[in-house]
C-alpha cells in the first residue's frame, strides 16, 4: 500500500475505517438526493491520504460524517476505534475549511488558543498556541490580527488552530483551494513538514491532482454522484518531497494516470439499482 515515509510510515493500525457508508438528502424541493452510496474505506495510522473527484461527488459530504458534523443514512464509521461522536468530543479530530473562518477581533495567538479555551485547559495555553503557530512558521506573528494577514498566512493559523490540540487524525477541506499557485505550492510544503513532526493521520480533499500526488501516501478518487469509491493509488515516491518532484517523470505519471481515472469517474453511471 502507501510508502513509509522517512522511515516512520504508516502503522499497522486503522485510524479510520467506513463500511456501507451513504448519505442522502432532501433538496427544497422535496427530492431525494444520493451524496455518497456504499463507500467503503480504511486509513491506516499516520496515512495521508487525498480524496479526488468531480464537484458534487461527496467528498466534503465524506468528511463531514466523519467528523460528526452530519449523520450518515446508511453504514458504519469507526473513528480510532470508537463513534465518530466520541473521538470529537475527545477533541481527537481537527478540522480545517477551506476559508480559514478566523475570529476577526482575536489576534492570531487568542485564534489558536480558542480551542484550549473551550475544553477548559488554560493553564500553559498560551505557551501550546505559541509553540504551534511556530510550528506553522507564524511564530513572530502572534499579536498579527486577521485583517493584517495575507490568505496564505490565515490559513497556516488556522492550521495551528488545528493543531493545537493534538489530534490523531486531522480532515482537511480543500484548505489550499482559494490560494495563488506560489502560496499554495508553499503551503503544500508546510503541511508536509509539519506532517512528518506531527504524525497525525490526514484526510485531505483536493480538486488538484498535482498537489494529491505531491502530498499523498495514497489518492482515493471517487465517481461522480451519487459519490462512491472507483480507484485506490498508492503514491509510491520517496519522501522528503521537494519542488524538483513536480517534474519527474514518475510524478507526471501518477498525474496522468488520476486523469484518466476522473475522466473515466465523470461519465461512470451509478452502479444499476442506485439512484
Not at 453504514?75 to 466520541?86: Q, T, W
Not at 497556516?156 to 487524525?169: D, F, H, Q, Y
Not at 482515493?220 to 519527474?248: F, H, K, S
Request: aromatic letters at 6%; hydrophobic letters at 45%.
Amino acid at each position: 500500500m502507501g510508502h513509509s515515509p522517512g522511515g516512520h510510515g504508516p502503522r499497522d493500525g486503522a485510524a479510520l475505517v467506513v463500511r456501507g457508508l451513504g448519505k442522502c438528502f432532501v433538496s427544497a424541493a422535496g427530492e431525494r438526493v444520493d451524496a455518497l452510496t456504499g463507500v467503503d474505506l480504511t486509513v491506516r495510522e499516520g496515512e495521508f491520504v487525498s480524496l479526488i473527484g468531480p464537484s458534487g461527488c461527496g467528498k466534503s459530504t465524506l468528511l463531514r460524517l466523519i467528523a460528526d458534523l452530519i449523520a450518515p443514512t446508511a453504514g458504519s464509521i469507526d473513528v480510532l476505534g470508537r463513534l465518530p461522536v466520541m473521538a470529537r468530543k475527545a477533541r481527537e479530530i481537527g478540522f480545517i475549511f477551506q476559508d480559514a473562518a478566523l475570529l476577526p477581533w482575536r489576534d492570531a495567538l487568542g485564534n489558536v488558543l480558542m480551542p484550549l479555551e473551550v475544553l477548559g485547559r488554560r493553564h500553559g495555553g498560551e505557551a501550546r498556541a505559541q509553540e504551534a503557530l511556530e510550528l506553522v512558521g507564524l511564530g513572530t506573528f502572534a499579536r498579527a490580527y486577521p485583517h493584517e494577514m495575507s490568505g496564505g498566512m490565515r490559513q497556516r493559523v488556522s492550521i495551528a488552530r488545528a493543531l493545537v490540540t493534538e489530534p490523531k487524525i486531522l480532515l482537511m477541506d480543500e484548505p489550499f483551494g482559494a490560494l495563488d499557485e506560489f502560496t499554495r505550492s508553499h503551503l503544500n510544503n508546510l503541511l508536509t513538514e509539519v506532517w512528518e513532526r506531527t504524525r497525525s493521520t490526514v484526510l485531505f480533499v483536493t480538486h488538484s491532482i498535482q498537489e494529491a500526488v505531491y502530498l499523498s501516501d495514497r489518492i482515493v478518487v471517487m465517481g461522480a454522484r451519487p459519490g462512491r469509491i472507483i480507484r485506490e493509488v498508492d503514491v509510491a515516491l520517496a519522501r522528503p518531497r521537494t519542488e524538483r518532484l513536480r517534474a519527474e517523470r514518475a510524478f507526471l505519471e501518477y498525474e496522468g494516470l488520476l486523469r484518466q481515472e476522473l475522466y473515466q469517474g465523470f461519465h461512470l453511471a451509478a452502479p444499476q439499482g442506485e439512484a
